[in-house]
């Protein structure tokens, strides 16, 4: 037992040396700047204390504060995003005339300016969170307003005074933005490429919103993944990832189906991966990590790019015995 103590704790505090061979590869990488709305795929990526820089820093709220997602407000899949690509370069800092670009069907292009002070609104939720955010204007508001028809308004998270925890039961210590429970999802394409095998009508990686893509690893591996490396960084897995029914919305119309949930629910269920677990029909894909250097004061060399290798250094036995 202390040998094998000794060996993870050299591989987990140590060089490329003592790695394993890497079990996949990262494929892409992908960025939510507003909740629900589309991502961005980028080259490269910088780890804050709340996940990737970026990633759902932003959310659209209705007049009461709360947070809009596709499942109520599916038109958000047609929202585009776009950010300066030097933002995902490690120490870039906003300029003057640096700004977040919106474009949606039948609107003009809202910019957002990423370097100005706003004023704060109350009354702000997500889920089970409330709290403060900065409030993106009058401009912003009349936009999204507009757009869906009935009160609405931007906001940015406030990160100056708030603090939004992860569910302490799977991750003690952390914190995100707007996600909705944890700062990464990885998936990778031997699951959906196995997946869409069985469906009548192959389904796109977006249909899922994960953080990090990988390739060259068996389908579903990633389910029990209980450690990995990339580029140095130590990603700990945390829980499987239950699907609501975002999977089942077309990301290029914004109209909701039964697909792939239907078809997942015949071998991705609990009944399924967790026979000895309560069966709440939930289904399950990709899975929710932690970064364990996120912790850290230390912030540079902090990120990962397209092209890096994953390599696994503690597994779960099995999906059921993987937190779900």
């Known amino acids: 037992m202390e040998k094998a103590a000794s060996f993870i704790s050299s591989i987990l505090g140590g060089g490329r040396d003592s790695l394993p061979e ?12 507003i909740k629900s709305c589309r991502g961005i795929a980028v080259p490269q990526a910088p780890i804050t204390t709340t996940g990737f820089r970026w990633d759902r820093q932003w959310v659209v709220v209705n007049s009461k504060g709360r947070a809009y997602t596709q499942r109520v407000e599916p038109k958000l899949a047609l929202v585009e995003v776009e950010m300066p690509p030097e933002a995902f370069t490690e120490d870039w ?25 706003r004023s704060t609104i109350d009354d702000v939720s997500v889920w089970e969170w409330s709290g403060s955010a900065y409030d993106e204007g009058a401009e912003a508001a009349e936009w ?34 707007f996600s909705d429970c944890f700062p990464f999802l990885i998936a990778s394409q031997g699951s ?29 591996s990633e389910d029990l993944w209980k450690t990995i490396k990339i580029n140095s ?24 189906g039964t697909e792939p949930t ?58 059921n015995d993987a937190p779900a």
Do not use: W
């Open 144 to 177: 999204f307003s507009t757009y869906f028809g009935k009160p609405s308004r931007l906001v940015h998270f406030k990160e100056a005074s708030e603090i939004r925890p992860t569910d302490p039961d799977y991750a003690q210590g952390y914190k995100i933005m």
């Open 93 to 117: 800092q906003p300029t003057a005339d640096a700004h977040m670009v919106i474009r949606a069907p039948g609107m003009d292009p809202l910019k957002i300016p990423l370097s100005v002070e």
């Open 233 to 256: 960084l130590t990603f700990l897995g945390v829980k499987l990832c239950n699907r609501c029914k975002v999977p089942t919305i077309n990301q290029e119309n914004a109209i909701p």
């Open 22 to 33: 890497p079990a996949a590869t990262v494929k892409s990488i992908l960025i939510y700047p």
């Open 192 to 220: 959906l490429d196995a997946l869409n095998e069985t469906l009548k009508e192959p389904v796109p990686m977006n249909r899922f919103r994960p953080n990090i893509l990988v390739d060259g690893c068996h389908p579903y």
């Open 262 to 319: 239907e078809t997942l629910l015949t071998f991705r269920s609990d009944e399924v991966l967790r026979p000895s677990h309560k069966n709440n029909r939930q289904v399950y894909f990709g899975q929710n990590l932690v970064c364990k250097e996120s912790l850290s004061a230390k912030s540079k060399g902090k990120i990962i790019k397209v092209g890096d290798s994953v390599y696994v250094l503690q597994s779960f036995p099995s999906s």
